[in-house]
């Protein structure tokens, strides 16, 4: 209540990491913390001045505004069901950035997403540059290798006296 009163309440808003041409990477919700009044910090966003600490919403994680495109008040940007937000008097598509590229400061590139049921769009890092710089004609090691557990589904050492009734797991109180 004191918060309203004295004006210092957080502004929520939109994160946007990245803006393409008709493409948003979009992460999500957060709040800007309340160290000048609500319509400073507003006026500071407009003028996309706006430097400070972004409280993600959900999981406590802070990022310093300068990682993000634009932070835009949650009544600025509005979302459809069919993935699209509105934003500056237009329609644009939407693409969902995971936490994991939320401090990434390279571009970001959109791809459709495999969750089930998901129509929608998944930011992740471009890697192309990094794949330009490998060279075609290094050497790739024969065969493939497969990571596994210790001693799991390993062939019986010959020379193991016990063969092949070793146990997978020593006697013992196990917990």
Not at 35 to 47: G, I, S, T
Not at 51 to 77: Q, S, T, Y
Request: aromatic share 6%.
């Amino acid at each position: 209540m004191f918060k309203k009163l004295f004006g210092k309440s957080p502004v929520r808003v939109w994160v946007i990491k990245q803006i393409d041409p008709d493409l948003l990477h979009l992460c999500g919700q957060a709040e800007l913390p309340p160290e000048a009044r609500p319509k400073q910090v507003l006026d500071a966003l407009a003028r996309g001045e706006y430097d400070g600490a972004v409280h993600m919403a959900g999981g406590g994680l802070v990022f310093n505004a300068r990682l993000f495109a634009a932070l835009v008040p949650l009544e600025a940007l509005t979302l459809d069901d069919a993935g699209e937000a509105y934003w500056q008097n237009r329609a644009w598509r939407v693409s969902q950035v995971p936490q994991r590229c939320w401090g990434h400061e390279g571009r970001l590139v959109a791809e459709p997403s495999h969750a089930v049921g998901g129509a929608g769009l998944i930011s992740s890092e471009d890697v192309s540059g990094i794949r330009a710089r490998v060279d075609p004609e290094t050497p790739t090691p024969p065969g493939t290798v497969t990571f596994r557990a210790d001693n799991e589904l390993e062939p019986p050492d010959p020379d193991d006296p016990r063969g092949a009734h070793r146990p997978a797991v020593r006697p013992g109180r196990h917990r």
